[in-house]
């Protein structure tokens, strides 16, 4: 009536013994973690010197962002009255000629216009209204997202 319980705990087997010798299975993520940190540290330190362009106070508002596929063509107009095409100063009567010379696809191109929140309206308008009498179609102003609080 005795029961056996078979093949036991013995010494027996091979498989349930590690050898020492064999590899570590195990990876180690802390270098990858501390690789990680330090290109995230140098990711948000360079981050802020990317931004190009001539330093505006644009106004607020609550339109959404627009999908951009190419890179458009900025001018600004800062709150002293100067005109800008990326970086480079322009005169007014120059805007037409530069802008055709720096279009890629033609009267096609994106045009962004940005006036600084103390810029005069009638320069900013002056400033479009040149851009469309030249033939281009694709003229947008640029505003910064409203901020509440």
């Known amino acids: 009536m005795g029961m056996s319980t078979g093949g036991g705990g013995g010494g ?3 498989r349930g013994r590690r050898s020492r010798r064999a590899p570590m299975s195990e990876i180690n993520v802390t270098p990858m973690v501390d690789v ?6 140098i990711f948000m330190v360079a981050a802020p010197m990317l931004t190009v362009g001539v330093p505006l106070d644009l106004p607020e508002t609550q339109a959404k962002a627009l999908n951009a596929e190419t890179q ?3 001018i ?3 709150a002293d009255g100067n005109i ?3 970086e480079n100063p322009i005169e007014i009567e120059d805007v037409v000629t530069q802008l055709t010379a720096v279009a ?3 009267y096609k191109e994106r045009i962004f216009v940005k006036g ?5 309206y009638g320069r900013v308008a002056q400033v479009m209204a040149l851009i469309s009498t030249a033939g281009f179609t694709n003229i947008g102003l640029v505003t910064a997202p409203e901020t509440t609080g």
């Not at 990680?36 to 540290?41: A, D, K, T």
């Not at 600084?116 to 005069?120: I, Q, S, V």
């Open 12 to 14: 027996g087997s091979r």
């Open 36 to 41: 990680m940190l330090v290109l995230l540290i």
């Open 72 to 74: 458009p063509i900025e």
């Open 76 to 78: 600004s107009v800062k």
């Open 84 to 86: 800008f095409i990326g």
């Open 104 to 106: 890629k696809t033609g």
């Open 116 to 120: 600084d929140k103390a810029a005069d």
